[in-house]
């Protein structure tokens, strides 16, 4: 079983910058994907980007350029740093990680970017 522990989010003005980390622990396979997800009330999750333990990652059209995954595989930590930040970036992010067909998800950080 695999445990996701979220951090660094918060209340950021427009433009501001925030990190995210996510530690991921115990069953934890060296071949696996992790990735960052948003949710705001009422729709559904989406997914912001994704990196894979090849070191390639992809992102969502609406954060390209802004924002960059990064994975310390050593540590099995997962960073995503939100630059140039604006309003419709406010969500909770959700960590998830997908390994041998099994998706985990951490229980959630509050970003909310203010205008």
């Known amino acids: 079983q695999v445990q996701l522990v979220e951090s660094g989010g918060g209340l950021v003005q427009n433009g501001g910058s925030l990190r995210l980390s996510c530690a991921a622990s115990?069953?934890?396979?060296?071949?696996?994907?992790m990735a960052w997800y948003r949710q705001v009330p009422g729709n559904q999750r989406e997914l912001v980007a994704r990196?894979?333990?090849?070191?390639?990652?992809m992102y969502a059209d609406s954060v390209k350029g802004r924002f960059t995954i990064s994975r310390d595989n050593g540590k099995n930590t997962v960073y995503l740093q939100m630059n140039s930040l604006k309003p419709e970036d406010t969500a909770v992010y959700y960590c998830?990680?997908?390994?041998?067909?099994?998706?985990?998800w951490g229980q959630g950080t509050q970003v909310t970017v203010s205008s």
């Open positions: 115990g069953s934890v396979f060296s071949l696996n994907s």
């Open positions: 990196m894979f333990s090849s070191g390639n990652s």
């Open positions: 998830n990680l997908v390994a041998l067909g099994k998706s985990s």
